[in-house]
């Protein structure tokens, strides 16, 4: 079966600790996204990679950092640098940059006390 | 900033009934038009896309475009308890651009 796996589903975490949010995907896509959702919020771009080796910022990547070595993977790392890390956490793919279709992951939930 | 307008809701509609889910945006940049169903506590799940104005059908659902009065809607005949979730309006940004803007969605209960 083709989809997007993100894990874990459930993340804790103490206040100024990095933690990686793991992407996966094996349905060929060439671009992958990062976004954020809170409640009461729309979803807000935090990272995007078009191709491999290559990514830029979205609206809200301070504190963030990603990288994109494979085509299939896409992890996202929180830093301790970012104020307000407690969010729900959605990874998504389009089959290329410019195809506005995205899938969307299951999400992994973090926690940050 | 390119804005996606949604009513938050809740819109209740009893089960049956044809429920109208509304979107607004700010300017003519973009092409396409999505609209995504998220289940409490789930990612979301794309519905329809839309990219030429009038309407288009996919089975109880048809999405509407009017790119003149910038407004996209979302029709569910034949509303199901099983249609309850929050329902998000997306657009494209525009050429360029490799972003989708998101509304914060407007949350659908259908009443048995």
């Known amino acids: 079966d083709g989809g997007i796996t993100q894990s874990p589903k459930y993340l804790f975490r103490k206040e100024g600790q990095n933690v990686t949010l793991s992407c996966e995907q094996n349905?060929?896509?060439?671009?992958m996204y990062w976004y954020r959702q809170d409640p009461g919020q729309g979803l807000r771009l935090i990272y995007y990679?078009?191709?491999?080796?290559?990514?830029q910022k979205g609206d809200i990547a301070e504190g963030y950092s990603v990288s994109r070595e494979k085509k299939e993977s896409f992890p996202l790392t929180v830093t301790s640098a970012q104020k307000n890390p407690t969010a729900f956490y959605l990874c998504?793919?389009?089959?290329?940059?410019?195809?506005?279709?995205?899938?969307f992951g299951p999400g992994t939930r973090l926690t940050v006390t | 900033q390119k804005e996606v307008e949604q009513n938050s809701g809740p819109l209740s509609v009893p089960e049956g009934a044809i429920a109208s889910l509304n979107c607004t945006y700010s300017?003519?940049?973009?092409?396409?038009f999505f609209w995504y169903r998220q289940y409490s506590g789930k990612s979301p799940e794309l519905i329809m896309s839309?990219?030429?104005?009038g309407d288009k059908e996919d089975g109880r659902f048809t999405a509407q475009l009017n790119k003149a009065s910038q407004y996209v809607s979302l029709l569910i005949r034949d509303s199901q308890p099983s249609d309850s979730a929050t329902y998000l309006c997306?657009?494209?940004?525009?050429?360029?651009?490799?972003?989708?803007?998101f509304g914060k969605g407007t949350k659908l209960s259908v009443i048995p």
């Open positions: 997306a657009r494209d940004s525009g050429a360029g651009s490799y972003q989708l803007t």
């Open positions: 349905l060929n896509h060439d671009a």
């Open positions: 990679s078009q191709i491999v080796n290559d990514f």
């Open positions: 300017d003519r940049v973009s092409q396409s």
């Open positions: 998504a793919s389009s089959i290329e940059a410019g195809e506005w279709e995205q899938y």
């Open positions: 839309i990219y030429s104005n």
